[in-house]
């Protein structure tokens, strides 16, 4: 079936009103470029930006180029980096705290040396050290070896959303509460149905309740430890991750803590009615990753237990796309989307406005084969 393109495509004589469901920060992104295009903007959110349930509230978000082999990615990932550069001078506020990121090695780790190749052959800064020298760089820290992309860091999700926030509300967005009918022109919540130019559909977790799309909602812990005991090397301290058992940890040097999690996929699970509760087992593995690693943080206090969901497809990819009835989606980004935002706004932006994307979504269709096929693992 042939997918509708905005029945207003070309019109100048008047600014298209383009609502956008879901303001997490694919939600708060593509508003701010639709601004930037000229559209007036309606963002539904049943809180304020930064605020509730949704996978963008966290205190700390991996930044990474590397993804092995795959140079499509890689560069959507170094333009994204420019464009948060670009929202830091908008902003007027540092978002990305450029610490590098440890790919930790085992032997026979085909990524980690597929991810150090290309980026060097794409001309990007990457390192591989030996266990000396990773404690040479970051004292205290332990690693037999570890590939180094030196274009990761830390964002600071809280400190993104209050300034997109700020920002959105100067440039005039209008702001309505949770959706409750959701169609390719139209939005209902408890003010009644609004007609728009163009919707977009950002929800995250919630995505299902308007749209089909093959995606998973699976339920992730998460464990924050109190790593003040580390000074002022913890601003300095990379994000570092394992493929293999799927932990990585993540500091945030303003908050003196350090989360660890599971990138592997979690039971399914809602958001909506979980109790949110960290089982005692991952809790016990969490911090056995952090003690192998940091061992002076082996008997840190845990300052936050915290359950989010992950919303991502079988092969790990993002879904943007138009569906045959012309609602612009976004969806699938949980896990490794927060990192390309700023890319993904303009592209859903492009895709409302009718406008030739910035990217080939081929790649990116909702109903590509691959959706129906095996779960993939992806490095974190």
């Known amino acids: 079936m042939t997918r509708t393109a905005p029945q207003w495509k070309g019109l100048t004589a008047r600014e298209p009103h383009v609502a956008v469901v879901g303001g997490g920060i694919m939600g708060a992104m593509t508003a701010a470029h639709l601004l930037e295009e000229g559209a007036r903007v309606t963002l539904y959110n049943p809180h304020v930006l930064g605020e509730g349930p949704g996978a963008s509230v966290d205190t700390g978000r991996s930044f990474r180029v590397h993804y092995g082999e795959d140079r499509e990615t890689i560069a959507m990932a170094v333009r994204s980096k420019n464009l948060w550069m670009a929202w830091e001078q908008k902003l007027g506020r540092p978002l990305l705290h450029s610490t590098g990121k440890l790919l930790l090695e085992e032997p026979g780790d085909r990524h980690a040396l597929e991810s150090w190749r290309t980026l060097r052959q794409m001309g990007l800064p990457a390192d591989r050290l030996s266990k000396g020298a990773v404690a040479a760089e970051w004292p205290g820290m332990r690693a037999e070896a570890a590939t180094v992309d030196r274009l990761g860091g830390v964002l600071e999700p809280l400190v993104i959303l209050q300034g997109l926030q700020a920002w959105l509300t100067s440039k005039g967005v209008r702001f309505r509460g949770e959706a409750l009918e959701v169609g390719p022109q139209s939005v209902t919540d408890q003010q009644g149905e609004d007609r728009y130019d163009a919707v977009v559909l950002t929800a995250g977790a919630w995505t299902r309740r308007w749209a089909d799309v093959a995606m998973e909602v699976t339920r992730q812990e998460l464990v924050y430890f109190d790593a003040t005991a580390l000074g002022d090397r ?147």
């Open 234 to 380: 913890l601003e300095r301290l990379p994000v570092f991750s394992h493929m293999e058992s799927g932990f990585y940890a993540i500091p945030t040097a303003r908050d003196g803590r350090i989360k660890v999690a599971n990138h592997h996929p979690g039971v399914e699970g809602h958001p909506d009615g979980d109790d949110r509760r960290v089982s005692a087992g991952f809790e016990q593995g969490a911090r056995a990753f952090l003690a192998q690693h940091l061992p002076e943080l082996g008997d840190a206090e845990v300052v936050r237990r915290y359950v989010c969901f992950y919303s991502g497809t079988a092969d790990r990819d993002f879904i943007l796309d138009r569906t045959p009835e012309g609602l612009v989606i976004g969806a699938g980004f949980s896990g490794h989307g927060f990192k390309f935002a700023p890319l993904i706004g303009r592209i859903l932006a492009q895709l409302a406005l009718g406008q030739s994307p910035e990217v080939d979504l081929k790649r990116f269709s909702m109903s590509r084969k691959a959706l129906r096929g095996e779960r993939k693992r992806l490095a974190v």
